[in-house]
C-alpha cells in the first residue's frame, strides 16, 4: 500500500449488523465518518470529497415479527420494511451456518467491481463478522495458504454453497479494517476464512457491556488476526459515538497505516538492494563468459586493421553474451552489457 499521488480517491465499504440497513448504518456512523474522513484525505493525499463511503442493505430483507427481540434496532427510524441482514440468523456462539451468506459474498464481489476497489471496510456486528471474511477473501492470492484453506473450507459438505464464489478474489487486499463488536464466523463451518490469520491492518472495537456479542467472543476473532488493535470503550452493543473513543479509532487507523507505509518503503529498499546485487552479479558471469570468448576471437596484434577487426569482435563478443546473460535480448540490454563487458576489458588490457 501507498498514499500515492495518483491516487485520485478512496472507497470504504461500510457494513450494517443483523436488522438494520445502509441508510441506519450511515446515521449511526456518522461522527466517526467525520472525523476519519480528514484523517484518510490526508494520509491518501486526496480531497476529502473523494473519501467515499459506500452503506449498502445487507441481500436479505427480514420480517420484523420473525426476528428476535433482543437483536431489534430501538431506533425510530427503522421501520419494518427497512430491516436487512447478511445472513439469515446471526448466530454468535457457532452452532449454526450462516443461510445467505453465499447471496452476502457475490453481493459484495459486485459491489467491489462496481464502486470499488475498496481501501477499507467498516463492519459492526454481523457486518464485522462479514468484513472479515471479505478481508480475508481479499488476501486469497497474497496470502501463502489462504487460497488452499477456501477450497478445502468450500469442498467440503458444509461449505459447499460457496463454492465458485470464493474461487476469484474480488480484489486486491484493503489496507485496513474497523470492526466492531465482532466475532468470527463458527470454526466448524467457516475455519478456511481465519486460516491462516489475517494480515490486513485491523482495529477491534468492544463494549464491556455488550451483551449480545461478549467482549469473549470478539476476543476470538481478534486472535484470528496477525497485528490487531484492541479498543474498549463503557457502552453496549453499538457503534461508539463518543468523541473519545471516536479519536482513539482514527489514530489508530492512523498508527497502522503509517507503519504499513513504513514496511513497504523498508521492503523497496531491501528488494532494490537483492536487484543490485543481482545485477552485479549478472554482470559478474557476462564478464567471465566474455573472457572464455575473446580468447578466441580477439587478435594478438595491435596493428591498425587488427585493433578495428578486434573492435568489430569485441562487440560481436559483447552482444552473445548479453543476449546469452538477457533473456529479453532487447537492444537496450545488449548496449549496456557491450559498456559494462569494454569498462571492465579496458582494465584487464591495461594492466
Request: glycine share 6%; with cysteine.
Amino acid at each position: 500500500m501507498s498514499a500515492s499521488s495518483t491516487r485520485t480517491s478512496i472507497s470504504i465499504l461500510m457494513l450494517h449488523g443483523f436488522s438494520q440497513s445502509g441508510k441506519l448504518f450511515q446515521i449511526k456512523s456518522r461522527p466517526l465518518v467525520q472525523e476519519l474522513t480528514g484523517k484518510l484525505a490526508r494520509f491518501y493525499q486526496v480531497a476529502e470529497k473523494d473519501v467515499n463511503f459506500v452503506f449498502p442493505d445487507g441481500p436479505i430483507r427480514l420480517n420484523s415479527g420473525v426476528v428476535a427481540g433482543r437483536w431489534m434496532d430501538d431506533s425510530p427510524s427503522a421501520k419494518s420494511s427497512d430491516l436487512f441482514a447478511w445472513s439469515k440468523e446471526p448466530d454468535v456462539y457457532g452452532t449454526v451456518q450462516y443461510p445467505g451468506l453465499d447471496q452476502s459474498l457475490s453481493m459484495l464481489f459486485r459491489l467491489s467491481r462496481d464502486h470499488g476497489p475498496f481501501t477499507g471496510v467498516i463492519g459492526f456486528s454481523s457486518g464485522a463478522t462479514l468484513a472479515s471474511m471479505f478481508v480475508s477473501w481479499c488476501e486469497s492470492d497474497h496470502i501463502p495458504g489462504r487460497r488452499e484453506a477456501l477450497r478445502t473450507m468450500c469442498e467440503s459438505c458444509v461449505g459447499h454453497e460457496l463454492k465458485g464464489i470464493l474461487e476469484t478474489p474480488p480484489q486486491a487486499p484493503l489496507d485496513f479494517a474497523i470492526l466492531c463488536a465482532g466475532f468470527p464466523g463458527p470454526a466448524q463451518y467457516y475455519r478456511g476464512f481465519y486460516e491462516p490469520e489475517l494480515s490486513t491492518a485491523t482495529v477491534h472495537v468492544v463494549g464491556d457491556l455488550d451483551s449480545m456479542v461478549p467482549p469473549t467472543k470478539s476476543m476470538e476473532l481478534i486472535n484470528r488476526c496477525r497485528d490487531p488493535m484492541f479498543i474498549k470503550h463503557k457502552g453496549t452493543h453499538h457503534l461508539p459515538r463518543d468523541r473519545v473513543t471516536i479519536n482513539r479509532i482514527v489514530a489508530s487507523i492512523h498508527v497502522l497505516l503509517a507503519s504499513q507505509m513504513d514496511r513497504a518503503r523498508s521492503m523497496e529498499r531491501t528488494e532494490c538492494a537483492v536487484v543490485d546485487e543481482l545485477r552485479y552479479q549478472q554482470g559478474d558471469n557476462c564478464f567471465q563468459l566474455f573472457k572464455q570468448m575473446s580468447a578466441t576471437t580477439l587478435p594478438k596484434s595491435e596493428s591498425s586493421s587488427d585493433s578495428e577487426k578486434g573492435s568489430d569482435r569485441l562487440d560481436d563478443a559483447a552482444s552473445s553474451v548479453a543476449s546469452a546473460c538477457d533473456s529479453t535480448g532487447s537492444s537496450r540490454s545488449r548496449r549496456s552489457y557491450r559498456r559494462q563487458i569494454a569498462r571492465r576489458y579496458q582494465v584487464i588490457r591495461t594492466r
